[in-house]
Structures are given as structure tokens and as C-alpha cells.
């Protein structure tokens, strides 16, 4: 199972949100590249970035800084926030970032999905943000009437490579993941699914690393803070019973 460092950007720094809310930001750093190398010191083989003003706004605004990282690092990179067409897809697949995270779009406009699927095999990811199994979009402001796994399912069809399944309710609250809700993702598709939210101590990666088939988890708080070492967290998670 991958573990993943999260840097999520908001007016170019390194910030992370309580459950979401724009108005509940934590700066972390002001140079987002050296979080990026200092998790990439760490063991990390992959990188999640959100561009929070892009997920809010629906254009992005944080290229620069997503550039600026790329080219500091050498792992790989996944991207996701305000990515509303194939101009953006192709402009951060020119810089260098290896995949791509579609949301509120999947919902939206599910042609650009199987468009960009096409354009870039095995490159797109889908990102399911859910409260009480249903989906949430535009930086979590609007809950829509869709179901979270209908909606995986539709995306995998499509020709995703991958799903991004973040529990609303934990993310950013270091309560622990919903591993119920992530286990019946992870057997509502065939493709890999990456869990996200409330991961804050290596017992919940323990947790997690038992899931059956579960691909990968996001963690960002809890390093940030303190409370789960990423290094720790990566030996658990290559020594998994589902070792990727």
C-alpha cells in the first residue's frame, strides 16, 4: 500500500483545511518545495498536490508553485483542483506532473473524463470527495444527489486509472478514516482506489494497510503535525499484506 504525502496550496503556500472549509486554513510553509523535498527525504515515491483556489474558484491559481515543485523533486506527482478542461490537463502534463485529478468535473461534464482518458491512458485519476455516501464538488461547497460509488463506477468505465475516495466528515479532524465506507469503494471497482482523510497515527494506517486490495492513503495533517511519521508510515504500508 503507497503512502502519499499531501500538499495542498492555497495563495502558494503549503496549507491544510479543516473538513474543507476555506475559512478554517493552517499555513504550514511558505516554500512548498522544500515540504515537497523534505517528504521526498523521507521515502516518499509520490506526491498529492490540490490547488485549493483552483477546487474553489474552478481556475486554477497555484501553476507556478506546482511547477516550482515539479521541479524540485524527482517523484512522482499527482495533481487535482479547479481542473475544468483539457487546455489545463495538457498545460500540467507539459511541466512534468504524471497524473491527473478530475472532480467536480467527473460529475459535471463526465465527456471530459472519457476525453481526457483517451487523450492520456492510464494518467487520470478520479477524486470522489463524499459526505454520507454522496458526492461533493466545487472545494466541497455544493453536496450533490450523486452516489459516491455510482459515480466510481461510471469513472472507471470511462477509463480512469484510479480513484481518489476522500470522507469529508474525517478529513483534516485526526479521528481516523472511515475504513468502512473506503473497504466498499475498494470493492465497488476494479481499478486501484486511494483513501483519504482523518489518517492520524500509524494504528490507522495499520487499519488501512488490512483493507483488502486498497491501493494507497493520502496523509496530511498528521504529518504536518507530528502525530505519524511518514518514514514509519511507508515501511508499514511496503510491507502490507497488499504491497504494491
Same mark, same amino acid.
Given at each position: 500500500m503507497h503512502i502519499i504525502p499531501a500538499i495542498d496550496l492555497k495563495g502558494g503556500k503549503c496549507v491544510r $483545511? $479543516?473538513?474543507?472549509? *476555506?475559512?478554517?486554513?493552517?499555513?504550514y510553509s511558505d516554500d512548498p518545495s522544500s515540504t515537497a523535498k523534505l517528504?521526498?527525504?523521507r521515502?516518499?515515491?509520490?506526491?498529492?498536490?490540490?490547488?485549493?483556489?483552483?477546487?474553489?474558484?474552478?481556475d486554477q491559481k497555484n501553476l507556478a508553485a506546482i511547477r516550482r515543485v515539479r521541479e524540485s523533486v524527482v517523484m512522482e506527482i499527482e495533481v487535482g483542483g479547479g481542473i475544468r478542461d483539457l487546455q489545463k490537463i495538457d498545460e500540467l502534463i507539459s511541466i512534468g506532473i504524471n497524473r491527473i485529478i478530475l472532480g467536480t468535473v467527473a460529475v459535471e461534464k463526465p465527456s471530459l473524463v472519457s476525453e481526457a482518458c483517451r487523450r492520456y491512458p492510464g494518467r487520470i485519476l478520479v477524486g470522489i470527495d463524499a459526505r454520507n455516501g454522496k458526492v461533493a464538488v466545487k472545494g466541497w461547497v455544493e453536496i450533490t444527489s450523486t452516489d459516491a460509488k455510482d459515480l466510481a463506477k461510471d469513472s472507471a468505465a470511462r477509463g480512469a486509472a484510479g480513484i481518489i475516495y476522500t470522507d469529508i466528515a474525517?478529513?483534516?479532524?485526526?479521528?481516523?478514516?472511515?475504513?468502512?465506507? /473506503? *473497504?466498499e469503494m475498494v470493492h465497488t471497482v476494479t481499478v486501484p482506489v486511494i483513501a483519504s482523510?482523518? /489518517?492520524?497515527? $500509524?494504528?490507522? /494506517?495499520?487499519? $488501512?494497510?488490512e483493507i483488502e486490495g486498497l491501493w494507497g492513503a493520502i496523509t496530511?495533517?498528521?504529518?504536518? *503535525?507530528?502525530?505519524?511519521?511518514?518514514r514509519e508510515a511507508i515501511e508499514i504500508g511496503d510491507n502490507s499484506h497488499y504491497a504494491c
Amino acid at each position: 500500500m503507497h503512502i502519499i504525502p499531501a500538499i495542498d496550496l492555497k495563495g502558494g503556500k503549503c496549507v491544510r $483545511l $479543516l473538513q474543507g472549509k *476555506e475559512d478554517a486554513v493552517t499555513v504550514y510553509s511558505d516554500d512548498p518545495s522544500s515540504t515537497a523535498k523534505l517528504w521526498q527525504s523521507r521515502g516518499a515515491r509520490l506526491l498529492h498536490i490540490v490547488d485549493l483556489d483552483g477546487a474553489f474558484t474552478g481556475d486554477q491559481k497555484n501553476l507556478a508553485a506546482i511547477r516550482r515543485v515539479r521541479e524540485s523533486v524527482v517523484m512522482e506527482i499527482e495533481v487535482g483542483g479547479g481542473i475544468r478542461d483539457l487546455q489545463k490537463i495538457d498545460e500540467l502534463i507539459s511541466i512534468g506532473i504524471n497524473r491527473i485529478i478530475l472532480g467536480t468535473v467527473a460529475v459535471e461534464k463526465p465527456s471530459l473524463v472519457s476525453e481526457a482518458c483517451r487523450r492520456y491512458p492510464g494518467r487520470i485519476l478520479v477524486g470522489i470527495d463524499a459526505r454520507n455516501g454522496k458526492v461533493a464538488v466545487k472545494g466541497w461547497v455544493e453536496i450533490t444527489s450523486t452516489d459516491a460509488k455510482d459515480l466510481a463506477k461510471d469513472s472507471a468505465a470511462r477509463g480512469a486509472a484510479g480513484i481518489i475516495y476522500t470522507d469529508i466528515a474525517t478529513d483534516g479532524m485526526m479521528t481516523g478514516p472511515n475504513t468502512k465506507a /473506503i *473497504e466498499e469503494m475498494v470493492h465497488t471497482v476494479t481499478v486501484p482506489v486511494i483513501a483519504s482523510g482523518g /489518517i492520524s497515527s $500509524l494504528q490507522d /494506517i495499520k487499519r $488501512l494497510a488490512e483493507i483488502e486490495g486498497l491501493w494507497g492513503a493520502i496523509t496530511g495533517k498528521a504529518i504536518y *503535525e507530528g502525530s505519524l511519521d511518514l518514514r514509519e508510515a511507508i515501511e508499514i504500508g511496503d510491507n502490507s499484506h497488499y504491497a504494491c
